[in-house]
């Protein structure tokens, strides 16, 4: 027999909860590694102060993100709030303010970029789950998938249900 709705909807509530824990876990993490990307790529080495500004600056970000991202996620499919990753691109400030206060110069972005995340000046925003963390690959495919599953279910019942 075949799960009802119900249990669908109940599997991806799961399964948000659980993408959102990963991604806070994560975010900070995320943020330093970049850093110390862009470092590299500016020829600097990263002082033990600035390291622990780039911290806090982080941590700070962090804080920030992960609610906003777990709303995302755990919301009700039909409430049209949008990805999780649009909020990540777009609540990056504190971080980047921290980079241009630290003098790293930004990066060559494509003019999509420019256009649409202006602010995001050192290209930090993820276009996947896997650009914060390889690990969370899988996890955030499963929750678009069963995200998807939800949506297009809810719509099959609501139309045989108009058919009756």
Known sequence: MEAGL?????RL???????????AGLLVGWLISAAFRL???????????ET?????????TAARLAPGVRHVLTADVDAGLGSPLAVIRTGTGPFTSELVE?????????????????ED?????????ADIDPTLH???????????HVHLR???EAEAEERR
């Open 6 to 10: 119900e249990h669908d909807e109940n």
């Open 13 to 23: 509530r799961e399964l948000s909860v659980d993408l959102a824990d990963q991604i």
């Open 39 to 49: 470092a590299e790529a500016n020829g600097r080495t990263l002082r033990d102060d």
């Open 52 to 60: 622990a500004q780039l911290r806090d600056a982080a941590e700070a």
């Open 102 to 118: 630290l003098g790293f110069a930004a990066v060559a972005r494509d003019e999509f970029a420019r256009r649409h995340f202006p």
């Open 121 to 129: 000046l050192y290209d930090l925003g993820p276009a996947s789950f």
């Open 138 to 148: 899988e996890p955030g495919l499963e929750w678009g998938a069963a995200r998807a």
């Open 154 to 156: 809810r719509r099959r």
